[in-house]
């Protein structure tokens, strides 16, 4: 069983479209992250959040919006897309949020045109 | 702030030929630092980690890695290479508390194994 899994795995879209990407980990952990590398493979963090609740927002625009439904899902919402946006998402998660080990899902790779 | 540079971007190894990947880092305090491979089209697999003790970390498939403080360095070694071990590897550091959020990546290091 895939431990963090995303969806889906590529994502082709126009600009000014809004678009959502899901991931979902089994491992019953409290805390998971969104992550994004650039074309440069520069992996940074975006959000994190631990029982549903946002503890981190690394000065990502507001037309990133995280989404936690429970503690197991974390969703990547993305309004009016820009170029820029390009890249490929990791979610990940860990155990605790002072845990200092992360399990990632295999990637969304987001292009935009 | 903690930062991680990965000198070379790409390497290139014949099948058998030893590996070492270089990582250095830069940190205030004793860090925790990790090695993560990136297989195409995957999420990023921990192949170890060093939080304290001894310097010598081994890891899964074959990896290990040395931490030494005064050079600022963690390079992952590998004596024989496979060819399934064609890959992406980022090397990461983050503090000693605070959590995960605050791991910082390195840009990466991209393996090229030739028969």
């Known amino acids: 069983d895939t431990a963090v899994s995303q969806t889906p795995k590529y994502l082709v879209t126009q600009m000014g479209n809004d678009k959502s990407i899901k991931c979902e980990q089994n491992?019953?952990?409290?805390?998971m992250y969104w992550y994004k590398q650039d074309s440069k493979k520069f992996l940074k963090i975006m959000f994190s959040y631990n029982n549903k609740e946002l503890i981190i927002n690394e000065t990502v625009p507001n037309r990133f919006s995280p989404k936690s439904p429970d503690k197991a899902h974390l969703n990547l919402h993305i309004n009016s897309l820009e170029l820029g946006d390009s890249a490929v998402y990791f979610c990940a998660s860990s155990q605790m949020v002072g845990d200092t080990e992360a399990f990632f899902g295999q990637g969304t790779r987001l292009t935009v045109v | 702030a903690q930062s991680v540079t990965q000198p070379d971007i790409h390497i290139t190894v014949s099948e058998g030929a030893s590996l070492e990947l270089r990582c250095n880092y830069s940190y205030g305090a004793t860090p925790y630092l990790f090695w993560y491979v990136q297989s195409p089209g995957q999420g990023l697999q921990l192949l170890l980690k060093?939080?304290?003790?001894?310097?010598l970390v081994q890891g899964i498939k074959g990896f290990e890695a040395e931490f030494k403080r005064s050079q600022s360095s963690f390079n992952l070694r590998k004596p024989s290479v496979h060819w399934s071990d064609a890959a992406e590897y980022f090397c990461?550091?983050?503090?000693?508390?605070?959590?995960?959020?605050?791991?910082?990546f390195g840009t990466g290091t991209k393996l090229q194994v030739i028969p």
């Open positions: 060093y939080f304290s003790g001894d310097t």
């Open positions: 990461a550091v983050g503090p000693n508390s605070g959590g995960y959020q605050k791991v910082t």
């Open positions: 491992l019953g952990h409290d805390t």
